[in-house]
């Protein structure tokens, strides 16, 4: 951030944590911090962890966010806020947006809910702040920078219409174990809900709804084999926004081999309902560990004929590993998900956009050089 501003953070998990120490760490000018949960305990914790490891001064206040209801405590922070953060579980993100339009905040949120995305999309459209959905890695960082490979494939190649664009993102551990192939790295209900819920995607130009785990493949990347299928949610509003210009678009989330098979097994003709998605989360934790050491795999790429009938493919693919900054080690999920969030949160309070923002209405170039996004994405060659 480059000027002061009073930023609360909704949730105490990684992402709140690292968004927090991000915020302290990377702003030029630090902001003054509100870690909200409905645990205090645990946000005194965050506070206290963002305070130890920040190498800055810094004001960092922990208070109580209950699920029902406003407290005075709440009222006063709100009341004095720039924007609102919003780490929370997916299915609580209507709840925070209506908090920051009543409080005229701005609003950032991670959610991959499609159904909590179109609900906020009808209440912020008439806001005076700026919202921003789906931040975080995928959706976010993935389809911003599958948008800008794409507005560079039509501009170098003297095109409007490109034949396939692909996202994959895979939030994987170093080593792999039968017979699951995995390892937790981020919320295992995350994973539950992506591998169940159905996905968007872009079909001979037109929106299509397919089951998740239903176009299974095999890519390799920087020489290493991984397994990809679709999943639900990472696509953001791409295929609302791309119909017209791109004939095969669609999210994939990648895996070691082997893991897919393992989870079809778990689900046994399980449907998409909430309850089926903790029948699946359960089976899972039950088998498949948490592990601190992570890595992030991203691959995005746009295929087409240029104006003369040439057939032309373009390629990004990323590993993000783990980075020190401050005192603490932050794992790879938690920075890569944390900076799209806060280059998102500068971009409003810094240019005061109001309304809905949605990752395809987002200038690619700006967002990919952000001064949160380029020390753990790193540069993204712009013609």
């Known amino acids: 951030m480059n000027t002061h501003y009073n930023i609360i953070i909704a949730g105490a998990g990684g992402i709140a944590e690292a968004a927090g120490l991000l915020l302290i760490e990377w702003s030029k000018v630090p902001p003054a911090i509100y870690i909200g949960n409905r645990t205090l305990s645990k946000a005194q914790k965050v506070a206290k962890w963002i305070e130890e490891g920040s190498t800055k001064p810094c004001s960092v206040k922990a208070f109580h966010l209950p699920g029902e209801g406003l407290t005075e405590e709440m009222k006063e922070i709100l009341g004095q806020g720039d924007i609102l953060l919003d780490c929370l579980p997916g299915n609580l993100a209507p709840k925070m947006a209506r908090l920051a339009k009543d409080f005229n905040l701005h609003y950032v949120n991670l959610t991959e809910h499609v159904a909590e995305t179109r609900e906020i999309m009808e209440l912020a459209k008439d806001a005076k702040t700026g919202f921003v959905l789906q931040s975080g890695l995928a959706p976010g960082y993935i389809n911003i920078l599958a948008n800008s490979l794409l507005q560079q494939f039509c501009y170098d190649f003297e095109v409007d219409k490109v034949d396939k664009l692909e996202l994959k993102v895979g939030a994987l551990t170093e080593h792999a174990v039968s017979p699951h192939y995995y390892g937790f790295t981020w919320s295992p209900a995350g994973v539950a809900t992506e591998y169940l819920k159905d996905t968007l995607v872009l079909r001979n130009f037109k929106q299509k709804r397919l089951p998740a785990l239903s176009e299974r493949a095999k890519i390799i990347i920087d020489g290493i084999t991984y397994e990809e299928d679709l999943t639900s949610g990472g696509a953001a509003d791409l295929p609302d926004a791309l119909a017209e210009k791109v004939a095969y678009l669609d999210y994939k989330t990648l895996r070691y081999p082997g893991h897919y098979a393992w989870v079809e097994e778990q689900m046994a003709d399980s449907g998409n309902s909430d309850e089926e998605i903790a029948a699946l989360q359960h ?43 401050g005192r603490h080690q932050l794992r790879a999920i938690q920075t890569t998900t944390a900076v799209g969030m806060l280059q998102s949160a500068q971009l409003l309070v810094e240019s005061n956009l109001k309304g809905v923002v949605l990752q395809s209405q987002i200038d690619p170039r700006q967002f990919l050089q952000g001064n949160f996004i380029v020390p753990v994405y790193g540069e993204v060659r712009l013609a």
């Open 283 to 325: 089976k899972m934790e039950a088998m498949i560990p948490h592990l601190e050491d992570d890595k992030i795999i991203l691959y995005a790429a746009v295929e087409g004929k240029d104006k003369h009938g040439t057939l032309h493919r373009r390629e990004v693919a990323k590993q993000i590993q783990p980075i020190k900054v």
